[in-house]
């Protein structure tokens, strides 16, 4: 039977996993909802800003979720007993939020209010440097995840 201890590092490692999931997976569709709403747009378009908000919220929960679980995880394992590779990831994971705020942040700004405006080329172009942003943190999110498991 496994110790106590084994079983809430099991317990840990799953809701760093989850949380992780939800960070990552909760905008994938955005892109191209954000493509068809402007497309489709002939004046303030709402709904998209809603769901611009929704993920923000998301993307805060997992980001908050994936570092308390693996702050703990560090804790419960022992700060010597943790790979270089996961502290490398950490860093990348940092980097992602600091990259959320100072370019992902303002860019989704720019596109709500071009939404609430109903201005289209705006939304377009905002809706761009949001896609961009995004791209960026998934592919530092992937970092992130290889660092952390290998």
Avoid at 26 to 42: F, T, V, Y
Wanted: avoid cysteine; charge should be positive.
């Amino acid at each position: 039977m496994p110790s106590s201890g084994d079983v809430l590092v099991l317990v840990l490692l799953v809701l760093h996993v989850t949380f992780a999931a939800v960070w990552f997976a909760n905008r994938l569709g955005l892109p191209s909802d954000m493509r068809d709403a402007i497309r489709a747009m002939e004046g303030p378009e709402h709904g998209l800003a809603q769901r611009i908000r929704r993920s923000v919220r998301l993307d805060g929960v997992g980001a908050a979720g994936v570092f308390v679980t693996g702050g703990l995880l560090v804790y419960r394992r022992g700060f010597g007993d943790v790979d270089l590779t996961v502290w490398v990831g950490a860093a990348v994971a940092v980097g992602l939020v600091v990259m959320s705020f100072l370019v992902t942040r303002p860019a989704r700004r720019t596109l709500r209010a071009a939404l609430s405006g109903g201005h289209r080329p705006e939304a377009t172009a905002a809706a761009r440097r949001v896609i961009g942003a995004m791209n960026v943190e998934g592919f530092l999110w992937l970092v992130a995840l290889v660092l952390m498991f290998f």
